[in-house]
């Protein structure tokens, strides 16, 4: 799975304008116009993909769902929350 977050250099919880601004910033720094590196065209295009999904509300929704899934963003807390889930209609039942 392609972690568009660290393709900006971006937290989670990075509002619309964060991503705006980090795209900008990316796409100068990984334009093969502007950038000799071997690998400049694959970085723009990762950054392409991770603005074209993160600057969209649904697909951004969907990736963070996703990603939650995966135990990406905190498994801790992912799997304490799927834990508790599980869990929890046990214990009422057995009381």
Known sequence: MTEHYAALGLQSDASLADIKK?????????????????????RFREVQEAYEVL???TRRQAYD????RNLLDDPAQTAREIWTSYFAPLRTQAH
């Open 22 to 42: 980090a795209f900008r910033q990316k796409a100068s720094q990984f334009h093969p116009d502007r950038n000799t590196a071997a690998d400049a065209p694959a």
């Open 55 to 57: 600057s969209d509300a």
């Open 65 to 68: 769902d996703n990603r939650r």
